[in-house]
């Protein structure tokens, strides 16, 4: 599993409320992601980073913020969840763009 | 940009019978292309990956794929499955030139199930 931890593993909150998920690695990987995952639509980037302090948005980056001030943590924040941002979060990890990801086990985030 | 598209949202199949899961990219680039598979209630796991040469790749577990150029594809098979191959199956492609280019891009992925 590469040493990822995804904490909370299931959430569920109000319309209007702050979230904020967090992945946990051990293995010192430079690239970390969050993704979404939806039924009918696999998975999409969210925000991504290549190192400590250094994010960019992905394909659907409206609505969340994220930050990783170091190499191990990058979190994820709703800022002010909407019923839209209820869905499957997953955190992947690499060494290099040419390696392969490995995932978290995934939050399960409900937001009513 | 490169995109993904997954022919198939399910694919029913008998155990021991063959199975094809179809993977069609589209890109301007070089791109490396990727399958992961989805047990329930589990995170992805690579299961095979083409990054150059050979253009057969297989898994330990009897998948291989086929990367083909001129039909931009990257189609998974299995010549017998077992009932434990259900999951779903997500093609993925990423750009060679690694930076935020290099972000994996996912297909809507196939659900594979295996009945006896």
């Known amino acids: 599993d590469a040493g990822i931890t995804q904490s909370p593993r299931h959430k569920v909150t109000e319309t209007g409320t702050p979230v904020t998920l967090r992945c946990h690695q051990t293995?010192?990987?430079?690239?970390m992601y969050w993704y979404r995952q939806d039924p009918g639509h696999g998975l999409r980037l969210i925000h991504y980073?290549?190192?400590?302090?250094?994010?960019d948005k992905g394909e659907v980056s409206d609505g969340y913020s994220v930050s990783r001030s170091k190499t191990e943590d990058f979190l994820l924040t709703l800022e002010s969840a909407t019923s839209s941002q209820t869905s499957v979060y997953f955190c992947a990890v690499r060494f290099g763009p040419n390696e392969k990801l490995f995932f978290g086990s995934g939050t399960q985030l409900s937001v009513l | 940009a490169q995109s993904v598209t997954q022919l198939d949202s399910q694919v029913p199949v008998f155990e021991e019978a063959p199975v094809e899961l179809r993977c069609n990219y589209s890109?301007?680039?070089?791109?490396?292309l990727f399958w992961y598979v989805q047990y329930p209630n589990q995170g992805l796991q690579l299961l095979l990956k083409?990054?150059?040469?050979?253009?057969l790749v297989e898994s330990i577990n009897g998948f291989e794929a086929e990367f083909n150029k001129s039909q931009t594809s990257f189609h998974l098979r299995k010549p017998s499955v077992h009932i434990s191959d259900t999951a779903e199956y997500f093609c993925?492609?990423?750009?060679?030139?690694?930076?935020?280019?290099?972000?994996?891009?996912f297909g809507k992925g196939t659900k594979l199930s295996v009945k006896p």
């Open positions: 890109s301007s680039v070089s791109v490396y």
């Open positions: 083409y990054l150059s040469g050979s253009t």
């Open positions: 980073s290549y190192g400590v302090k250094d994010t």
């Open positions: 993925a492609v990423s750009d060679t030139r690694g930076g935020s280019q290099g972000n994996l891009i």
């Open positions: 293995e010192n990987h430079r690239y």
